[in-house]
């Protein structure tokens, strides 16, 4: 998977842990609201449930269309790869990629740039109503992000290029799912009462003020392809300052109304909600909120973590002059479930054992 600030990657056996207990006590439904690359929904999937994934990002969309909808036993591999290997083979050429993000910006090198900017360009000229464009899609982000300049976020990129970024692009077939699910875009608030019911729900909300929308805009522009005018030195789409690209989850003054909006409306028997201790709302908020819903019985489980690779490095302002210092490296996940008593109790047991 793509590297990306927030990613469950290490709270995903957990998450599988509580999928598989539900799973195994009757619910074949799952929701991810907030999937961003999808992990988790994936890691559902793989625990037989029909997931849905939604996010408000166009490549989060594509993300699950790829992982989520797309059902592994149904894609043709050997079409797949002669139409990867016919890609693999073009002639790289100068476009808008390259030079938003490898002259104007360093993001990539102006090899790789130039590869993506042929590629993407073939994929939307040949395969735009293929049945295989959201993987050749992925498959093309995945390419990219191997080959990349930064720690992980798009909001700036390295002084200097990063090992990897000298290496050639390649493209390979992503990591497919037997089964099939369902993709959804939009903002969270609106969508969650036309979504449902579900026998499990996930909510991973922002965080913070951070938007992903910013801190992944290259993979936007890489889906979306509408080559839209970028400002900074980072480069970041024009359409990053428009309101309607803006979320109430990154607003302290709003976050934890909509939060608390979202696990009232939410039509699911069980609702799993990840946070940290980083966040603007405490674990106890949550718990309260989902008490008003008058579950049988809410549990938070505890995960200490590293912090993002960023936050070892410390503060700099817009010369590269350090200006503040690393507070800490380690923070807590916290999961809260809400659901049965039956239910509470097997994921105990099963995180306990773990």
Same mark, same amino acid.
């Given at each position: 998977?793509?590297?990306?600030?927030?990613?469950?990657?290490?709270?995903?056996?957990?998450?599988?842990?509580?999928?598989?207990?539900?799973?195994?006590?009757?619910?074949?439904?799952?929701?991810?609201?907030?999937?961003?690359?999808?992990?988790?929904?994936?890691?559902?999937?793989?625990?037989?449930?029909?997931?849905?994934?939604?996010?408000?990002?166009?490549?989060?969309?594509?993300?699950?269309?790829?992982?989520?909808?797309?059902?592994?036993?149904?894609?043709?591999?050997?079409?797949?790869?002669?139409?990867?290997?016919?890609?693999?083979?073009?002639?790289?050429?100068?476009?808008?990629?390259?030079?938003?993000?490898?002259?104007?910006?360093?993001?990539?090198?102006?090899?790789?740039?130039?590869?993506?900017?042929?590629?993407?360009?073939?994929?939307?000229?040949?395969?735009?109503?293929?049945?295989?464009?959201?993987?050749?899609?992925?498959?093309?982000?995945?390419?990219?992000?191997?080959?990349?300049?930064?720690?992980?976020?798009?909001?700036?990129?390295?002084?200097?290029? =990063?090992?990897?970024?000298?290496?050639?692009?390649?493209?390979?077939?992503?990591?497919?799912?037997?089964?099939?699910?369902?993709?959804?875009?939009?903002?969270?608030?609106?969508?969650?009462?036309?979504?449902?019911?579900?026998?499990?729900?996930?909510?991973?909300?922002?965080?913070?003020?951070?938007?992903?929308?910013?801190?992944?805009?290259?993979?936007?522009?890489?889906?979306?392809?509408?080559?839209?005018?970028?400002?900074?030195?980072?480069?970041?789409?024009?359409?990053?300052?428009?309101?309607?690209?803006?979320?109430?989850?990154?607003?302290?003054?709003?976050?934890?109304?909509?939060?608390?909006?979202?696990?009232?409306?939410?039509? =699911?028997?069980?609702?799993?909600?990840?946070?940290?201790?980083?966040?603007?709302?405490?674990?106890?908020?949550?718990?309260?909120?989902?008490?008003?819903?008058?579950?049988?019985?809410?549990?938070?489980?505890?995960?200490?973590?590293?912090?993002?690779?960023? =936050?070892?490095?410390?503060?700099?302002?817009?010369?590269?002059?350090?200006?503040?210092?690393?507070?800490?490296?380690?923070?807590?996940?916290?999961?809260?479930?809400?659901?049965?008593?039956?239910?509470?109790?097997?994921?105990?047991?099963?995180?306990?054992?773990?």
């Amino acid at each position: 998977m793509i590297k990306y600030l927030g990613s469950k990657r290490l709270l995903v056996p957990a998450l599988g842990q509580i999928a598989s207990a539900a799973h195994e006590l009757g619910a074949r439904t799952a929701l991810d609201l907030f999937s961003g690359t999808t992990r988790v929904a994936q890691e559902f999937k793989r625990q037989n449930l029909h997931v849905t994934a939604c996010d408000i990002a166009s490549y989060s969309e594509i993300l699950a269309q790829c992982y989520i909808v797309t059902n592994a036993e149904q894609v043709n591999l050997d079409e797949l790869e002669t139409i990867l290997q016919e890609l693999s083979v073009l002639p790289g050429k100068r476009g808008y990629f390259t030079q938003a993000f490898c002259e104007d910006s360093h993001y990539f090198q102006v090899k790789n740039g130039m590869r993506v900017d042929a590629i993407r360009d073939m994929i939307e000229q040949c395969y735009k109503n293929h049945p295989l464009y959201p993987i050749l899609l992925t498959s093309l982000m995945l390419a990219a992000d191997r080959v990349d300049s930064t720690t992980g976020l798009q909001m700036a990129y390295l002084k200097e290029y =990063a090992q990897r970024s000298y290496n050639d692009l390649e493209l390979r077939i992503p990591e497919l799912i037997p089964g099939t699910g369902n993709a959804a875009r939009g903002d969270a608030l609106q969508l969650v009462n036309q979504l449902g019911p579900f026998d499990i729900a996930y909510l991973d909300p922002p965080y913070n003020q951070h938007r992903y929308f910013t801190n992944y805009h290259i993979w936007e522009t890489l889906v979306r392809w509408d080559a839209p005018k970028y400002y900074g030195k980072a480069c970041k789409r024009i359409d990053a300052r428009d309101d309607k690209t803006k979320s109430s989850f990154n607003k302290k003054p709003h976050m934890a109304d909509s939060l608390r909006q979202v696990i009232q409306d939410v039509n =699911a028997k069980t609702v799993v909600v990840s946070y940290n201790n980083e966040s603007w709302v405490s674990a106890e908020q949550i718990e309260a909120w989902l008490g008003e819903r008058r579950f049988e019985s809410v549990q938070t489980f505890n995960f200490d973590f590293k912090r993002y690779v960023g =936050a070892k490095i410390g503060i700099y302002n817009k010369q590269g002059k350090k200006v503040g210092k690393v507070d800490h490296l380690d923070n807590i996940e916290h999961v809260i479930v809400a659901g049965t008593e039956q239910l509470i109790n097997k994921v105990h047991k099963l995180i306990s054992q773990s």
